[in-house]
C-alpha cells in the first residue's frame, strides 16, 4: 500500500471549484458565496491544522497526549449535542447528560476493537485509536443528539399522557418507557439506513479512502464492515443511555415528572 | 382517619389542613385560579410541595411515591391517554366492563381509539380508568365538567356507591347543585387556606 501524496498545485487546481461555485453565486445572486468561501478556508485551516496535530501526537507516541487529544474531542461532541436542540436541559446538565452518554459508549467500543480486532501494538497507538475514536464520536454523537431532541421534545408535547400514568401509581420508567423507546427507534434509523444502503447506493467514506489509498477491495470491505458493526453498537448504546440519564434527570427522588427542567431555545 | 393532611404548602400556596373519613365525600371549592387543581396534584405528590400527608397514620415519606399515587389516585378534568385504543388504558379490563353500562358507555368504545371517543366519554372513561384500579382515596377534579345533567347523575350514583365500599373521595367542583348532592362535607379554598363550611 503506497498512501497518495497529493501535491499543493493539485489541491489548487481543485480548489478552483469552490471558485467556479462562488462566481456563480455572483453572477446568479444566490448569496451564498460569502458562506461558501469562509466554510471552504475554514474547512482548510482545520484539516491541515489536524493533520499538524496528528503528525505530532503520532510521532511522540505518548499515552497522556492521545488521551488528552481524545478527551478534547470527546468534549466537542458533547458540546455539540446540545447545540442545535429544540428544547434543552440547562448548559452543565445538557453537557453531563450527553457526556455521560457518549463518552462510556465509544470508550467501550473503542477499547473492545484495538484489543481484539485490531490489535495495534501497543493497543492504544494513537495512528489507530484516535481515528478510531474519532469515527465513532461522530456517529455516537449523531446518535445521542437525535435521541434527546426527541425524546425532550415528546416529553414537553405529551406531559398529559406521561403525568397520567404516574398519576395512575406507574413508576418513572414505566410512564416514560413509550417516548424512550420511540426516541431510541428514531435515532437508530439513520444508522439502520447506513448499513443497508452501504455497499449499494453508496460506498462507505473509509472504504472510499482506502480504496483510493491503494487498499485491497476485500481487505477494505472487512475493515469496513468491522467499523459499521462498532458504529452500531457505539450508536445503540450511546442513544440507549442518553435516554436513560435524560428520564433519570427530568424527573425527581419523589418520581415527578418535571418538564420544567427544559429549557426552550425559542425563547 | 383514612387522610390527613397537614401543613401542606407549594405554588398555590397554603398551608393547607384537611382530613376525610373512609367512606367520606369532601367537596372542595373556590373561586378558578386558586389552585384546586394544584391541591389536589400535591396530595398525590405529582408537584413539588411541602408537608405531611398520611394514609391510614401511615406518611407517604415513608413509601416510595408510585405506592403512594396507587393509593390516592388523581384524575384530572382533562385525563391523558398514553395508548392509541381505549383497552390498554383499563386494567384490569374485566372491571371495566361492569362499569361501562352504570356511566352510559357503551362497551364497543373500549376498542375505539381515543381520539374519536367525546371529550364526555373520555372524562367517563377516564374515572374508570382510576376506579378499577381500587384506589383508597381518589382525587376528582371537576368530574363532570364535560358531561350532561343525565350523565352527571349517574357519575354521582357512582360515587355514593364508592363511598359504600369505604372508599375516600376529594372532589373539586364548580357546580354548586352538585356539591349539595354529592358532599359529607365541604371546604372553601382560598390561597391561604381551606375553610370547612357548615352544611
Given at each position: 500500500?503506497?498512501?497518495?501524496?497529493?501535491?499543493?498545485?493539485?489541491?489548487?487546481?481543485?480548489?478552483?471549484?469552490?471558485?467556479l461555485?462562488?462566481?456563480?453565486?455572483?453572477?446568479?445572486?444566490?448569496?451564498?458565496?460569502?458562506?461558501?468561501?469562509?466554510?471552504?478556508?475554514?474547512?482548510?485551516?482545520?484539516?491541515l491544522?489536524?493533520?499538524?496535530?496528528?503528525?505530532?501526537?503520532?510521532?511522540?507516541?505518548?499515552?497522556?497526549?492521545?488521551?488528552?487529544?481524545?478527551?478534547?474531542?470527546?468534549?466537542?461532541?458533547?458540546?455539540?449535542v446540545?447545540?442545535?436542540?429544540?428544547?434543552?436541559?440547562?448548559?452543565?446538565w445538557?453537557?453531563?447528560?450527553?457526556?455521560?452518554?457518549?463518552?462510556?459508549?465509544?470508550l467501550?467500543?473503542?477499547?473492545?476493537?484495538?484489543?481484539?480486532?485490531?490489535?495495534?501494538?501497543?493497543?492504544?497507538?494513537?495512528?489507530?485509536?484516535?481515528?478510531?475514536?474519532?469515527?465513532?464520536?461522530?456517529?455516537?454523537m449523531?446518535?445521542?443528539?437525535?435521541?434527546?431532541?426527541?425524546?425532550?421534545?415528546m416529553?414537553?408535547?405529551?406531559?398529559?399522557?406521561?403525568?397520567?400514568?404516574?398519576?395512575?401509581?406507574?413508576?418513572?420508567?414505566?410512564?416514560?418507557?413509550?417516548?424512550?423507546?420511540?426516541?431510541?427507534r428514531?435515532?437508530?434509523?439513520?444508522?439502520?439506513?447506513?448499513?443497508?444502503?452501504?455497499?449499494?447506493?453508496?460506498?462507505?467514506?473509509?472504504?472510499?479512502?482506502?480504496?483510493?489509498?491503494?487498499?485491497?477491495?476485500?481487505?477494505?470491505?472487512?475493515?469496513?464492515?468491522?467499523?459499521?458493526?462498532?458504529?452500531?453498537g457505539?450508536?445503540?448504546?450511546?442513544?440507549?443511555?442518553?435516554?436513560?440519564?435524560?428520564?433519570?434527570?427530568?424527573?425527581?427522588?419523589?418520581?415527578r415528572?418535571?418538564?420544567?427542567?427544559?429549557?426552550?431555545?425559542?425563547? | 382517619?383514612?387522610?390527613?393532611?397537614?401543613?401542606?404548602?407549594?405554588?398555590?400556596?397554603?398551608?393547607?389542613?384537611?382530613?376525610?373519613?373512609?367512606?367520606?365525600?369532601?367537596v372542595?371549592?373556590?373561586?378558578?385560579?386558586?389552585?384546586?387543581?394544584?391541591?389536589?396534584?400535591?396530595?398525590?405528590?405529582?408537584?413539588?410541595?411541602?408537608?405531611?400527608?398520611?394514609?391510614?397514620g401511615?406518611?407517604?415519606?415513608?413509601?416510595?411515591?408510585?405506592?403512594?399515587?396507587?393509593?390516592?389516585?388523581?384524575?384530572p378534568?382533562?385525563p391523558?391517554?398514553?395508548?392509541?385504543?381505549?383497552?390498554?388504558?383499563?386494567r384490569?379490563?374485566?372491571?371495566?366492563?361492569?362499569?361501562?353500562?352504570?356511566?352510559?358507555?357503551?362497551?364497543?368504545?373500549?376498542?375505539?381509539?381515543?381520539?374519536?371517543?367525546?371529550?364526555?366519554?373520555?372524562?367517563?372513561?377516564?374515572?374508570?380508568?382510576?376506579?378499577?384500579?381500587?384506589?383508597?382515596?381518589?382525587?376528582?377534579?371537576?368530574?363532570?365538567?364535560?358531561?350532561?345533567?343525565?350523565?352527571?347523575?349517574?357519575?354521582?350514583?357512582l360515587?355514593?356507591?364508592?363511598?359504600?365500599?369505604?372508599?375516600?373521595?376529594?372532589?373539586?367542583?364548580?357546580?354548586?347543585?352538585?356539591?349539595?348532592?354529592?358532599?359529607?362535607?365541604?371546604?372553601?379554598?382560598t390561597?391561604?387556606?381551606?375553610?370547612?363550611?357548615?352544611?
Amino acid at each position: 500500500m503506497n498512501p497518495v501524496n497529493l501535491s499543493p498545485a493539485s489541491l489548487g487546481i481543485t480548489s478552483s471549484l469552490i471558485l467556479l461555485c462562488a462566481a456563480l453565486s455572483l453572477i446568479l445572486s444566490l448569496q451564498v458565496h460569502r458562506a461558501l468561501l469562509i466554510a471552504a478556508v475554514r474547512m482548510v485551516v482545520q484539516l491541515l491544522l489536524v493533520g499538524f496535530v496528528l503528525r505530532l501526537i503520532f510521532e511522540s507516541s505518548n499515552v497522556w497526549l492521545t488521551l488528552l487529544a481524545a478527551a478534547a474531542m470527546a468534549a466537542a461532541a458533547s458540546y455539540e449535542v446540545g447545540a442545535r436542540q429544540e428544547y434543552r436541559l440547562p448548559r452543565a446538565w445538557q453537557l453531563l447528560t450527553a457526556g455521560s452518554a457518549i463518552v462510556p459508549s465509544t470508550l467501550i467500543v473503542t477499547v473492545l476493537a484495538l484489543t481484539t480486532a485490531l490489535r495495534p501494538s501497543p493497543w492504544y497507538d494513537a495512528r489507530e485509536a484516535l481515528p478510531l475514536a474519532g469515527i465513532l464520536l461522530g456517529n455516537v454523537m449523531n446518535a445521542v443528539s437525535l435521541s434527546l431532541n426527541s425524546f425532550f421534545g415528546m416529553v414537553r408535547r405529551e406531559r398529559a399522557s406521561i403525568e397520567a400514568r404516574l398519576a395512575l401509581g406507574e413508576g418513572r420508567y414505566v410512564a416514560l418507557q413509550g417516548a424512550a423507546v420511540r426516541s431510541i427507534r428514531m435515532a437508530l434509523i439513520p444508522t439502520i439506513n447506513v448499513m443497508s444502503a452501504a455497499g449499494i447506493i453508496t460506498l462507505p467514506g473509509i472504504m472510499t479512502g482506502q480504496l483510493l489509498a491503494g487498499m485491497d477491495p476485500i481487505a477494505a470491505a472487512k475493515y469496513q464492515i468491522l467499523l459499521m458493526f462498532l458504529i452500531v453498537g457505539g450508536n445503540c448504546l450511546g442513544a440507549f443511555a442518553a435516554v436513560y440519564v435524560a428520564i433519570f434527570r427530568l424527573t425527581d427522588k419523589r418520581e415527578r415528572l418535571r418538564a420544567d427542567r427544559l429549557e426552550s431555545r425559542a425563547k | 382517619m383514612l387522610l390527613d393532611v397537614s401543613g401542606l404548602t407549594g405554588l398555590p400556596g397554603g398551608p393547607y389542613h384537611f382530613t376525610l373519613a373512609a367512606g367520606e365525600c369532601v367537596v372542595i371549592s373556590g373561586a378558578s385560579g386558586i389552585g384546586k387543581s394544584l391541591l389536589l396534584r400535591m396530595v398525590a405528590d405529582l408537584d413539588e410541595n411541602h408537608g405531611d400527608v398520611s394514609l391510614h397514620g401511615v406518611s407517604r415519606a415513608s413509601m416510595p411515591a408510585p405506592h403512594w399515587r396507587r393509593q390516592v389516585i388523581y384524575n384530572p378534568a382533562e385525563p391523558g391517554w398514553w395508548a392509541e385504543q381505549v383497552r390498554p388504558h383499563m386494567r384490569p379490563a374485566e372491571a371495566a366492563l361492569a362499569l361501562l353500562p352504570r356511566l352510559g358507555l357503551q362497551e364497543k368504545l373500549l376498542d375505539a381509539p381515543v381520539s374519536q371517543l367525546s371529550t364526555g366519554e373520555r372524562q367517563r372513561m377516564a374515572l374508570i380508568r382510576a376506579v378499577i384500579r381500587e384506589p383508597r382515596v381518589l382525587l376528582l377534579d371537576e368530574p363532570s365538567s364535560a358531561l350532561d345533567e343525565a350523565s352527571t347523575l349517574r357519575m354521582e350514583a357512582l360515587l355514593a356507591q364508592l363511598t359504600t365500599t369505604g372508599m375516600g373521595l376529594v372532589v373539586v367542583t364548580h357546580n354548586e347543585a352538585q356539591a349539595r348532592r354529592i358532599a359529607h362535607r365541604r371546604y372553601v379554598m382560598t390561597s391561604g387556606c381551606l375553610a370547612e363550611i357548615i352544611v
